[in-house]
């Protein structure tokens, strides 16, 4: 495996329009969004019809599209992976609620839970409201924008406190202050 440093320089050749580094790039990191892929379609309904592997096909097609990004290092790659993924899959559930006219088949997020959850726990939890909990993050970076990206990188990211603050240029104090700011707001919001 690559070391994160090997695949932070290639993010950096890459954003300086080394196409021979993408090329590089995407196998040392297919592993890691796939694995993104599918703790996000673990908590999806049972008969969800995207599968890990289009998923990150169509985070890929959207990653490459950025023609603008400056890539500081792989934990910010990661991140926008993990938000682009989130957008699918939101923009996927209102075209499923759209076709049911407000089915019913989608279940909650126990908010009890998620003030003790991490990324990896929540990989484990049943199916969320995927809309109701992106509301919430709409709204929330209304009132707090980085309340909402710590929530964005750690949650859907499955990035860690020191991964967070580096992609955010905070300290680690402010991250896990905030995180659980953010988990008893979200709490309250969605029970």
Aim: glycine share 6%; net charge positive.
């Amino acid at each position: 495996m690559q070391p994160p440093e090997g695949v932070t320089q290639l993010l950096i050749d890459w954003s300086n329009g080394d196409e021979k580094a993408l090329a590089k790039l995407m196998p040392l990191v297919y592993s890691e969004l796939r694995r993104l892929a599918s703790n996000y379609l673990r908590r999806e309904r049972q008969n969800h019809t995207l599968q890990p592997t289009a998923l990150v096909n169509e985070a890929y097609l959207k990653l490459i599209d950025q023609k603008s990004a400056r890539w500081q290092n792989r934990a910010q790659f990661y991140g926008v992976a993990a938000q682009l993924m989130r957008r699918i899959l939101v923009d996927h559930a209102r075209q499923h609620q759209a076709a049911k006219r407000g089915g019913s088949e989608q279940e909650r997020l126990s908010i009890t839970s998620a003030g003790q959850i991490g990324a990896k726990q929540l990989a484990s939890e049943p199916a969320i409201d995927l809309l109701a909990l992106h509301e919430a993050l709409e709204e929330l970076a209304i009132i707090d924008p980085q309340q909402s990206r710590i929530v964005e990188l750690k949650f859907f990211g499955g990035l860690s406190i020191e991964e967070t603050a580096e992609v955010l240029g905070i300290g680690h104090a402010t991250v896990e202050r905030d995180w659980k700011m953010a988990r008893a707001w979200l709490r309250r919001k969605l029970e």
